[in-house]
């Protein structure tokens, strides 16, 4: 069930244009039209990409496009948008050496591109393929979400159409660990930037 206003909803009995109009009657005027034709990447399903891809189908954005080469992990539970049943799956049925080899084929259709991986290198590999096959396009990384605290360190940066979020410091390690609110704050922040990118074509830092 779903309660709008003073109008109780059963799914089952509204249509899909129903539906959206009371999920998303909260967006900023005529964002959702915008919003539903347009197509994000999402390079990694851990932490942050899985974070962001639920901020922004919850946004609006129904194309996503998800590639990630890893398993999950019960150490992943405590930040990611995965449930004890799902350790041991593949993140997405996607490997590693193809992803960094196509990946102008895998996220050709997408508008943006949201850097979401672990590994520093994984990332520069990521972001330089992409930026040499679609100079015209956005990517939004995140470097330094490790740690705790430190909220006023995290921002965002803009070099061109590369946007990083985060504090472009903090790497993590076992000393510095990953914990949900850094994580989850560097993920809304990428989602809110592809947001504001899709509906304006840029962003403001």
């Not at 990611?80 to 895998?106: D, S, W």
């Amino acid at each position: 069930m779903i309660m709008a206003e003073n109008t109780i909803f059963d799914i089952k009995n509204i249509s899909r244009s129903e539906f959206e109009t009371q999920f998303y009657k909260r967006n900023p005027p005529g964002s959702s039209g915008v919003l539903k034709t347009k197509t994000v990447a999402i390079a990694g399903a851990g932490g942050l990409g899985s974070n962001v891809a639920v901020a922004l189908v919850r946004a609006g954005v129904y194309n996503l496009i998800i590639a990630d080469f890893d398993r999950i992990e019960l150490s992943n539970l405590n930040r990611q948008q995965f449930c004890y049943e799902q350790t041991g799956r593949l993140k997405v049925a996607a490997l590693k050496e193809n992803l960094l080899k196509n990946t102008a084929a895998i996220f050709a259709e997408a508008d943006l591109l949201v850097e979401a991986f672990d590994r520093a290198e994984m990332k520069a590999m990521l972001i330089e393929a992409w930026c040499k096959a679609y100079p015209q396009k956005f990517i939004v990384a995140a470097s330094g979400l490790a740690g705790t605290g430190r909220c006023g360190l995290i921002k965002t940066s803009a070099y061109g159409r590369l946007i990083i979020c985060g504090d472009q410091q903090s790497e993590a390690s076992e000393a510095n660990g990953l914990i949900a609110p850094r994580v989850a704050m560097v993920a809304a922040m990428q989602a809110n930037c592809a947001v504001e990118i899709l509906l304006t074509g840029g962003v403001k830092v």
